[in-house]
C-alpha cells in the first residue's frame, strides 16, 4: 500500500472556502489517478471527484459540482480539493485514495476500487 497523507481540513462558516492537500510520501504519485472521497456522520464513504494522471476529471457528486475542483501537480507530488461555496452538508471527514496496479491511472467512485487510503481530514460547516 501507498502512503497519502491529506491535510487542509477544519472549521468554515456557511459559504466559505477551504483547500484540501493530499500528500504521497514515498512514492511519485504522477502515475496514479487520485480520487476524493467524504463520510459524512452515520454515511457510507462516498466518491466526490477523481483526477488521472494525465489530468482528466471525473467528478460525481452533483451537489459539488461547479463548488469543488480537483487539481494535481505532480512535481509537487501533491493533488488538491478546492471547495468554495460550503454548505453544512458538505461537512464529513474527506479521504484521498489510491488504486493497485495495473488498475492505478483509472479512476473510480466506488471506495472498495482503492487500497491505499489517508488518515483522513476533517471539515466542518457550521455558523
Known amino acids: 500500500q501507498l502512503r497519502l497523507v491529506e491535510s487542509g481540513g477544519g472549521l468554515v462558516q456557511p459559504g466559505g472556502s477551504l483547500r484540501l492537500s493530499c500528500a504521497a510520501s514515498?512514492?511519485?504519485?504522477?502515475?496514479?489517478?487520485i480520487g476524493w472521497f467524504r463520510q459524512a456522520p452515520g454515511m457510507e464513504r462516498e466518491g466526490v471527484s477523481c483526477?488521472?494522471?494525465?489530468?482528466?476529471?471525473?467528478n460525481y457528486v452533483d451537489p459539488v459540482k461547479g463548488r469543488f475542483t480537483i487539481s494535481r501537480d505532480n512535481a509537487k507530488n501533491t493533488v488538491w480539493l478546492q471547495m468554495s461555496s460550503l454548505e453544512p452538508e458538505d461537512t464529513g471527514v474527506y479521504y484521498c485514495?489510491?488504486?493497485?496496479?495495473?488498475?492505478?491511472?483509472?479512476?473510480?467512485?466506488?471506495?472498495?476500487?482503492?487500497?491505499?487510503w489517508g488518515q483522513g481530514t476533517q471539515v466542518t460547516v457550521s455558523s
Open positions: 483526477i488521472r494522471s494525465g489530468g482528466g476529471v471525473n
Open positions: 514515498g512514492f511519485r504519485l504522477g502515475s496514479y489517478a
Open positions: 485514495a489510491a488504486r493497485p496496479a495495473p488498475v492505478h491511472d483509472l479512476c473510480s467512485r466506488y471506495p472498495t476500487n482503492f487500497d491505499s
